[in-house]
Nanobody, 124 residues
């Protein structure tokens, strides 16, 4: 069982930055691929970025490439999402998720544990 708690969301102007954190409980954090998803009002939850168990490889969706960076520290049981050059289109609730799958998943059904979400609002 893994419990995930996100923090760091808030209101920011276009072009600004935020750093989201996700703290995980338990001693098996390094056994999970970790990802960030987001869900805007009226839209489906979408994948943003994923980092493999060791942190060696990261993937991100095209719309955030060059702007968002996912990272993790297995000793601290924490994963981060650094978000730069934010636009109003990035406004959403951001969720941290953990996957026990062997392969890297980019769909929500591949993830076993979810945080409660943190709101990110980007004003124009």
């Amino acid at each position: 069982q893994v419990q995930l708690v996100e923090s760091g969301g808030g209101l920011v102007q276009t072009g600004g930055s935020l750093r989201l954190s996700c703290a995980a409980s338990g001693r098996t954090f390094s056994s999970y691929h970790m990802a960030w998803f987001r869900q805007a009002p009226g839209k489906d939850r979408e994948y943003v970025a994923v980092i493999t168990k060791s942190g060696a490889t990261i993937y991100s969706t095209d719309s955030v490439k060059g702007r968002f960076t996912i990272s993790r520290d297995n000793a601290k049981n924490t994963v981060w999402l650094q978000m730069n050059s934010l636009t109003p289109e990035d406004t959403a609730v951001y969720y941290c998720a953990a996957s026990r799958e062997t392969i890297v998943m980019v769909t929500a059904d591949g993830y076993d544990y979810w945080g409660q979400g943190t709101q990110v609002t980007v004003s124009s």
